[in-house]
């Protein structure tokens, strides 16, 4: 720290102005989920005519994701620390609701299926914590693709009135031509009737329900990643506006200390300011004890007899001492009065 970075005793400097990105991210990431929701809400009939699809898959998707929700907490332990963090916890509550819902089979046996797999997918243990509410995770994400390709699936095969998930013929079976075989020729997997699809009466345009569909979990997936980003962002405002009320100097080195790549890893993210407050004050004691340990350490060595050499332990003892303080030149006059 040079005398640049210095202020004079009790000076107090103002927390920087507060920046808006990640607030501006957060309403864009909950404006995109809301609608990829809307998209994956609605479906085209045989007349052309906007319907719905129902609230059935809504309900189940809603009921995932508040019970994913409350054991992504429990598990955590962390509530909202501001009305920042509650919107974006809801936007994400809702987010999951409107993929889960749009991703689920119609109906059908293997629906309870897919049910128990989201469930465990979006509940299980993360490898670190979500202050800003319940999130997915890329992979969850892309299982979650996964089902809804499967869901357009069936939706193809009922649009082609194929009332199965696939038709496999016997090799062997299926080459002789005898009427009394026509029912063993093939195997039919996955049965099911229009009313589980959920078609409207007058059917349903599959090009263009699938192209809303597709559309819808594109913008709530993007949504959500988005607003994971903007959720961690904020909470690194928070730190940063919290060490900035610091003097310059002091702010710096705390920065230098404990770095802003490390804040989410060390459990800063989702505290309230008085526990960050005091978690800082551990870290920073903590580390500058551990320099001045080392620092010690470097002055007892005899770096000066290895960094003239050229092998490994001169290496190392070069790269050791640059972390020593250079010696303090004696003046002219200084070395006379002497």
Not at 238 to 264: K, M, N
Not at 289 to 300: A, C, E, M, P, T
Request: negative net charge.
């Amino acid at each position: 720290m040079t005398r640049a970075d210095l202020v004079r005793p009790g000076a107090r400097r103002a927390a920087p102005a507060a920046t808006r990105h990640a607030e501006l991210h957060l309403a864009l990431a909950c404006l995109m989920i809301g609608l990829g929701g809307l998209l994956l809400g609605l479906q085209v009939d045989g007349n052309g005519d906007l319907v719905g699809t129902g609230f059935t898959a809504l309900g189940v998707g809603a009921l995932v994701a508040l019970a994913a929700s409350l054991v992504q907490a429990g598990v955590a332990g962390r509530l909202p620390t501001d009305w920042i963090a509650g919107f974006s916890a809801a936007c994400g509550f809702l987010g999951m609701s409107f993929c889960v819902a749009g991703v689920l089979a119609p109906g059908g046996s293997w629906m309870f299926f897919e049910v128990l797999l989201l469930f465990w997918l979006l509940a299980r243990r993360r490898a670190r914590v979500q202050p800003g509410g319940p999130e997915i995770t890329g992979g969850t994400l892309i299982a979650m693709g996964l089902m809804l390709v499967f869901r357009l699936w069936i939706t193809w095969q009922g649009s082609e009135h194929r009332w199965q998930v696939m038709s496999i013929e016997l090799p062997i079976l299926s080459w002789i031509d005898v009427p009394w075989l026509e029912a063993v020729r093939t195997v039919e997997l996955g049965s099911f009737t229009p009313h589980e699809l959920g078609f409207p009466p007058s059917g349903l345009d599959f090009p263009v329900s699938m192209t809303l569909w597709a559309a819808g979990f594109a913008l709530a997936a993007t949504g959500l990643w988005m607003r994971n980003r903007a959720s961690r962002d904020h909470q690194d405002d928070r730190i940063h506006a919290l060490i900035h009320t610091l003097p310059p100097g002091p702010a710096a080195l705390v920065e230098r200390l404990v770095p802003e790549d490390e804040w989410e890893a060390l459990g800063l993210h989702g505290l309230s300011l008085r526990k960050i407050a005091k978690r800082l004050e551990a870290l920073v004691a903590e580390r500058m004890q551990r320099y001045q340990d080392v620092r010690s350490s470097l002055l007892r060595s005899p770096l000066a007899e290895l960094t003239a050499q050229e092998d490994f332990a001169g290496d190392i003892s070069r790269a050791l001492s640059r972390g020593l303080p250079e010696p303090t030149p004696v003046e002219p006059d200084q070395e006379t009065e002497r």
